[in-house]
């Protein structure tokens, strides 16, 4: 493993709920990233951030907002959730240099109901 | 806009039979080609990058290689252990790092 840690790791919530999925790591990596997975789609991406307090959006970042106060932490919020948002989430880390690889976290299943 | 597409969506091979996947892309300009192995209910486990068109990776039994266009993947003598979706992703020059991946391919290696 690259030293990451998503949690939870299972979450069954309610349409209109809010919830918070949360990413640590422990390599002091610059750029963290969320995506989703869902069958058809592949991984998508949902927000990244390349420091702290330094954020932006990714393809699908309707509904999902960010937030980064630490280095080690990066939290994908989902404000009201929906059940278009049950998915299976991955966080993924990266060095600073532009050559360097993302690796993925373990993921987190989240069911909307 | 970037894309990525890959080929065949599922393959099943008996243990033994060597094949190819494919990748496909469309960047304005590559930074670099990721190959990526996931097994059911697990995050993606890097395999390769590939920079520059020519260059090849091997490991164990995977080989990949690029050109301007597409990578490949190909599988020797595989084993049923190497049973998994393979993601190809790719990351372009301009922008922020971020990777672009296709949709996978399931492989199944019968024994």
Known sequence: DAGITQSPRHKVTETGTPVTLRCHQTENHRYMYWYRQDPGHGLRLIHYSYGVKDTDKGEVSDGYSVSRSKTEDFLLTLESATSSQTSVYFCAIKGGGARETQYFGPGTRLLVL | ?111
């Open chain 2, 1 to 111: 806009e970037d894309q990525v597409t890959q080929s065949p969506e599922a393959l099943r091979l008996q243990e033994g039979e060597s094949s190819s996947l494919n990748c496909s892309y469309t960047v304005s300009g590559l930074r670099g080609l990721f190959w990526y192995r996931q097994d059911p209910g697990k995050g993606p486990e890097f395999l390769f990058t590939l920079y520059s068109a020519g260059e090849e990776k091997e490991k164990e039994r995977l080989k990949a290689t690029l050109t301007k266009k597409e990578s490949f993947l190909h599988i020797t003598a595989p084993k049923p252990e190497d049973s998994a979706t393979y993601l190809c992703a790719v990351q372009e020059v301009q922008g922020a790092q971020k990777l672009v991946f296709g949709q996978g391919t399931r492989l199944t290696i019968n024994p």
